[in-house]
T-cell receptor
């Protein structure tokens, strides 16, 4: 079946602009995660959605970052007033549910803020 | 809280050499353990997993054994190939005690030279 997809694959934006990154999880997966991966670094957790529950936003680095998940499926990560330090690869992952399941990752969106 | 510590890289090996990447964990409960691999320019892919003590995960010639007594999940491969060049991440999930958060190590970069 189809895996996790993300769009765009690359995004170049000017400092101060807003950007939206999209994630389509695997069909039927109720859990969805966003991570940030800076060059040569590990994964930084940003936000987690599970079904209709309130999201875990504990990893969002500032109030410029927000995310929503419509209809329990597609998710959009929005970064307002982008800064150069926001340049990174943004990874989305989905998981079947709340049990001991693995995450499936999308290919990521490479964001470059100039 | 829960955490994962993995061997720092980068690691450079000749083709057909033996590979070990160390991973140790801290968890309050009985987590599931994972190894993910990230090839250049791609998202993370699940390589193998183990859900309980003494389980051995294996895939593509890679193996890791869940050792509760040493809180370790070291990744091994008997004979690496150039195509194994990638970044490897150890990860932990402990849904009962820490909800649906995944804890990732910082990643170990492996380069295999012909």
């Amino acid at each position: 079946g189809a895996g996790v997809s993300q769009s765009p694959s690359n995004k170049v934006t000017e400092k101060g602009k807003d950007v939206e990154l999209r994630c389509d999880p695997i069909s039927g997966h109720t859990a969805l995660y966003w991570y940030r991966q800076s060059l040569g670094q590990g994964l930084e957790f940003l936000i987690y959605f599970q079904g209709n529950s309130a999201p875990d936003k504990s990893g969002l680095p500032s109030d410029r970052f927000s995310a929503e998940r419509t209809g329990g499926s597609v998710s959009t990560l929005t970064i307002q007033r982008t800064q150069q330090e926001d340049s990174a690869v943004y990874l989305c992952a989905s998981k079947r549910g709340t049990g001991n399941y693995e995450q499936y990752f999308g290919p990521g969106t490479r964001l470059t803020v100039t | 809280g829960d955490s994962v510590t993995q061997m720092e890289g980068p690691v450079t090996l000749s083709e057909e050499a033996f590979l070990t990447i160390n991973c140790t964990y801290t968890a309050t409960g009985y987590p599931s353990l994972f190894w993910y691999v990230q090839y250049p320019g791609e998202g993370l892919q699940l390589l193998l997993k183990a859900t309980k003590a003494d389980d051995k995960g294996s895939n593509k010639g890679f193996e890791a054994t869940y050792r509760k007594e040493t809180t370790s999940f070291h990744l091994e491969k008997g004979s690496v190939q150039v195509s194994d060049s990638a970044v490897y991440f150890c990860a932990l999930s402990d849904p009962i005690n820490t909800g649906n958060q995944f804890y990732f190590g910082t990643g170990t970069s492996l380069t295999v030279i012909p």
